[in-house]
């Protein structure tokens, strides 16, 4: 089965996660990962901007197949879901606009695949992402976020080829 | 005073409204204005990239100096301010992409700037942009709500240069 390179976002207005993993079969391998820290004292517009221009660049750089996002329908509140969306939005253009799928995964697909156990906590979920690429180091909560939704699109990639499911990069 | 040309957007993830229009002083001109309609079965990071991509064009035909949107704060509820916020971040970063200042405004100052009442209904909005601008025709909603946010920001801008205020373009 040929290599996949896919970036997974955890999106944010004020700190986007990206987390690049390579797939190969059954195996992961931890290409890189990072945290987007948007200066809060930007107009808005300007920090959609950056989100969009990082990533962009991140893409450029690491040349990755395909993009790998949360698909998110909770938020605080309104407030909060309008910013989040925004920063959702400027992410995923970042991808489209270079031409990479986007695949979305809710909450729950991302721990099943990750934690094995839909209602695993977030705190699980960084640590299993700890665990499964040796990253001793302490892993800042968005980027392992966005390594676990990069991670979840991998497995399930690897599930559709291996039943021949309708399949996809 | 220079003319100043002003690229006003109603965002959506299933229409997105722009009008454009030219100031000049006190006197406003009608540039052009329509409807971005977003195929409803597209998945949705590709119905961000028709909004930008859409928008990016306009903007590269008819050449604002500014975008003016609507600063939301309200949906009906959280699942459509992220669908709204995404669309609204892809609008956002087709004018910042090349450059424009955005400019965002609440709705109850674009009603003040178009009715001259801040608790005017969305048809009032509507009616007065259409009698201002001589728009028989059927203006359309979202067509008529971004015009009202570019006549927002040229009012505001024309006030600003009059009075001397920190000026914008």
Redesign the interface.
């Known amino acids: 089965m040929p290599m996949v390179r896919a970036i997974g976002i955890d999106p944010g207005s004020r700190f986007t996660g990206y987390g690049i993993v390579e797939g190969d079969g059954n195996r992961l391998r931890h290409v890189q990962n990072g945290t987007i820290r948007i200066p809060p004292k930007l ?4 920090r ?2 950056v989100i ?1 221009d990082r990533l962009s660049s991140i893409i450029q750089d690491v040349q990755p197949h395909c993009m790998a996002i949360e698909d ?4 605080k ?3 909060s ?10 992410a ?2 970042a ?3 270079v031409g990479l799928p ?1 695949y ?1 995964y809710s909450a729950l697909q991302i721990k099943q695949a990750v934690v094995g156990y839909g209602k695993a906590g977030k705190d699980q979920v960084g640590e299993m992402i700890g665990y499964l690429f040796g990253l001793r180091e302490l892993l800042e909560s968005n980027a392992a976020d966005a390594l676990a939704v990069a991670v979840c699109h991998l497995n399930t990639h690897a599930s559709r080829v291996r039943w021949k499911l309708p399949g996809t990069l």
Do not use: D, M, S
């Not at 107009?43 to 300007?46: K, Q, V």
């Not at 998110?72 to 938020?75: C, E, I, Y």
């Open positions: 107009p808005f517009p300007e959609l901007k969009y998110v329908f909770f938020a509140n309104v407030k879901a309008l910013r989040l969306g925004q920063a959702r939005g400027a995923i253009l991808g489209v606009n986007v979305e």
